[in-house]
């Protein structure tokens, strides 16, 4: 169904319902029976498979059933002239396909399915519907899955994988060991999606550009500079800022390369579309028609735009103000107090100890920051769903950021001296790290076979006669035990890739903030980072369920953090440098200090200069956006001409026209 064999039949979706020991009498409906009949009227093959406890619904669809669900989505999709137009079935062929050769992505698929499931409404009268002896009104105009669904007797819908391509990108890239940062991009994004995709690749580049900071941090610390090293170490700070901002430079370019190689669509989402006055802008269709289902005229309009707008930056404002407070009210001290304990304390048994309960309370902090933010952001104009999780984002890394770098600051401020914050940084970055890769995959794993040891015990609690072995026959039963890529402050906005993007941004603020101090970071982190690309495939093709897709082409707010932690950086290192400097601390402005300062503010600039010199897309990308841009107002204009020659504008408006004897006609 996807890529070259789209007429094979892939079974994509799984509908998970209880199994049913009992048959329905013949009086009634049974409402799995209605559920899988309903599944094949719109178009969709379904396969029904017995688990241990639970019934499997596997759905595909023909490549014609998605592009009439496309259709009536009014999915945009790019055609061989270079315009986004409305899909259409019977112009297939104007469209252009995916780099596998598929014509809609996995993005756009699920969310044809997504329409095709919930399209199981009632078109009859109202219907009395049987499960297990309970009865269920099926309400007419009612979808019968999200019935269901309240019901409790569809207990989820989830992707299933593709056996083929899973066990294929198993090979070439999780198990792959030949090259480590190398990875097959577009059969990531034809498998996962755009934003896991976007991931890999960030994360890919990441790495790459690592080796070049690593191997200088390496011969830093492997070679004795002596009275050098005053010397050296600026010029290890000014190449590593250096190093920073190039990379995401040329990030932004290799992101907006990898959109035009996908024809990723940026125009209004189908799907979470942008919002005017609480509306969805796709139901707002010319300014006339807006003018007139609001009611009011232009200036009233205008005003009424200007009051959502405004507002709406208010609420943000005012929901930012709230984290921010909270962190420095309630978190701040928390976090000095125990770093100040932690220095004063002798014994390394009341150290283990305080840690431990150090590390259960900052837990406890940031369950109750994503609740509160999640609660907060719902009173916010988000216009979309993406939007939403940059907000959480924004306001969930304030807390990790006070929680991971305040005790460094505290020791370099109080002890200024390299080594300790060296011992500080080492436990920090290496033992969390490890820890967090180790729990990170294990975890998975211990869900999969505590859920695997429970279906087995029920089981043999309802077969008490039983004495053979049971196993577990289907593959979608395993997959259905298996954890979801979920994040852990917030399943409703965010997936796993919070957690993902959090333990790079972390790792990337310790290194660059304290590179003058600890230079060897880098080196750990590349080969941390190698091992992570491996790790989090393994994650994502064996121990979890395949992620529902997101469509986001960029990093989202991740990039804004890892640019605020660069401006972060110049200013740490710079004060680094000058506790070097300044030992016996005079704070005199020697001719060292004032080089500092100096190189401070220079680094600042060239931060912000080098977005300038360098586009933030290559140049083919600009032309082919700027080709295609003319191509769609020359035929803007061919198709307003045609209209007003017809005496039809695209609005609908009928114009009056001169006949050829000088009196109006209107057609």
């Known amino acids: ?34 559920l899988v009949n309903e599944f094949r009227n719109v178009g969709l093959v379904v396969e029904r498979v017995l688990g241990l406890s639970d019934e499997f619904i596997k759905l595909a669809a023909p490549l014609e059933t998605l592009g009439t669900a496309a259709a009536k989505l009014q999915m945009k999709k ?81 992707p299933i994988h593709d056996e083929t391509k899973r066990k294929k990108l198993l090979w070439s890239w999780a198990l792959n060991c030949s090259d480590f940062t190398t990875q097959p991009i577009d059969e990531i994004y034809a498998y996962f ?19 070049f900071p690593a191997a200088f941090g390496l011969i830093l610390q492997l070679v004795d500079f002596g009275s050098l090293k005053l010397l050296v170490l600026p010029i290890f700070f000014i190449s590593t800022i250096l190093w920073a901002v190039l990379f995401f430079q040329f990030w932004k370019r290799k992101n907006a390369a990898l959109s035009a190689r996908w024809h990723l669509n940026f125009s209004v989402s189908t799907s979470q579309g942008y919002k005017v006055l609480g ?28 009051r959502y707008e405004w507002f709406g930056y208010l609420k943000r404002f005012r929901n930012d103000a709230i984290v921010i407070l909270s962190i420095i009210c309630l978190q701040l001290p928390f976090e000095l107090a125990y770093a100040h304990l932690y220095e004063v304390i002798e014994s390394d048994i009341v150290k283990f100890g ?13 369950q109750i920051g994503g609740k509160m933010s999640i609660k907060l952001i719902k009173y916010e104009n988000n216009e979309n769903t993406e939007y939403r999780a940059d907000s959480l984002v924004y306001k969930v890394f304030g807390l990790y950021f006070m929680q991971s770098y305040i005790g460094v600051f505290y020791h370099a401020l109080l002890h200024r001296n390299f080594m300790t914050l060296r011992q500080v940084l080492t436990q920090r970055l290496m033992l969390s790290e490890v820890l967090e890769n180790l729990w990170e995959n294990s975890l998975p794993y211990l869900k999969y076979s505590y859920k695997k040891y429970r279906a087995v015990r029920n089981k043999k609690k309802r077969e008490k006669g039983s004495t053979g072995k049971i196993q577990f026959t289907s593959r979608v039963e395993k997959e259905y035990l298996k954890p979801t890529y979920s994040a852990s402050i917030s399943e409703e906005l965010e997936d796993g890739l919070f957690d993902d993007f959090l333990e790079l941004a972390l790792q990337f603020g310790m290194i660059m903030m304290f590179a003058c101090a600890f230079p060897l970071a880098f080196a750990f982190s590349a080969l941390n980072n190698m091992a992570e690309i491996k790790t989090d495939a393994v994650k994502l093709l064996a121990m979890l369920k395949r992620p529902v897709p997101r469509a986001a082409a960029t990093i989202g707010a991740w990039l804004n953090i890892f640019q605020f932690l660069i401006l972060m950086s110049i200013c740490t290192n710079s004060a680094l440098l000058v506790w070097l400097y300044d030992q016996e601390g005079k704070w005199k402005i020697e001719p060292g200090l004032a080089a500092i300062l100096v190189m401070e503010h220079v680094l600042l600039l060239i931060k912000f200069g080098f977005s300038r010199f360098l586009p933030e897309e290559p140049a083919w990308v600009r032309a082919n956006r700027m080709k295609n841009a003319t191509q769609a107002q020359d035929m803007c204009t061919k198709q307003l001409l045609r209209s007003i020659s017809g005496g039809e504008t695209a609005s609908g408006v009928l114009i009056p026209r001169k006949k050829p004897d000088g009196t109006d006609k209107t057609d």
Request: contains cysteine.
């Open 279 to 306: 509306r969805e802008w796709s139901s707002l269709h010319t300014p006339m028609e807006l003018t007139k289902n609001l009611g009011i005229d232009k200036t009233k309009e205008k005003e009424a735009f200007q």
């Open 78 to 158: 790019p055609t061989h002239i270079g315009i986004d137009l409305q899909f259409g079935w019977e112009d297939v062929e104007a469209f252009v396909r995916q780099p596998d050769g598929s014509l809609f992505s996995w993005c756009e698929r699920f969310q044809c399915y997504r329409h095709l499931i919930n399209e199981t409404v009632n078109k009859n009268p109202d219907l009395t519907l049987k499960f297990d002896h309970k009865e269920i009104r099926w309400e007419a105009g009612e979808s019968l899955l999200q019935r269901l669904e309240l019901e409790g007797i569809v207990k989820q819908v989830f």
């Open 1 to 34: 169904m996807t890529g070259v064999g789209e007429d094979q039949i892939v079974y994509e979706i799984a509908v998970v319902v209880p199994k049913r020991n009992v048959k329905e009498d013949n009086d009634g409906f049974d409402c799995v029976e209605v």
């Open 354 to 366: 305080l840690t431990a309960v150090y590390l259960l309370a900052i837990q406890c902090f940031t």
């Open 193 to 211: 999606g755009t934003k896991i995709a976007v991931y890999f690749a960030f994360l890919g580049m990441y790495t790459r550009w690592m080796i």
